[in-house]
């Protein structure tokens, strides 16, 4: 059993930057593909960015390209979530997800066997 616990979120103002953390524990990091999520009050939990197991191969969304940057530490058994050049339609509670299974069905589908519990991101204008 995975345990994901998220950290790092809180209140910036726009233009700022924020990195959030996800530890794992209880499994063997590096069999599992992770993912970050986000979901704003009244929307669906949307894709942000996804990290392989193997070659550290990353994708983002469209919204976020360019500015966040996804990263993962075998040693630490955490991953990143590098935030810059924030905006107020970035505000939401970010989650990060491990899966065993291939990421694009973690995009596309947004189930995952494992979630953290969630960090709120607050950027203000």
């Known amino acids: 059993q995975v345990q994901l616990v998220e950290s790092g979120g809180g209140l910036v103002q726009a233009g700022g930057s924020l990195r959030l953390s996800c530890a794992a524990s209880?499994?063997?990091?590096?069999?599992?593909?992770m993912g970050w999520f986000r979901q704003a009050p009244g929307k669906e939990r949307e894709f942000v960015a996804t990290?392989?197991?193997?070659?550290?191969?990353?994708d983002y969304a469209d919204s976020v390209k360019g500015r966040f940057t996804i990263s993962r530490d075998k040693a630490k058994i955490t991953a990143y979530l590098q935030m810059n050049s924030l905006k107020p339609e970035d505000t939401a509670v970010y989650y990060c997800?491990?899966?065993?299974?291939?990421?694009?069905?973690?995009?596309?589908?947004?189930?995952?066997?494992?979630w953290g519990q969630g960090t709120q991101v607050t950027v203000s204008s």
């Open positions: 990290i392989s197991r193997t070659f550290g191969i990353t």
């Open positions: 997800a491990a899966t065993v299974r291939g990421l694009n069905y973690l995009r596309a589908t947004r189930l995952s066997e494992y």
């Open positions: 209880g499994g063997t990091f590096s069999r599992y593909n």
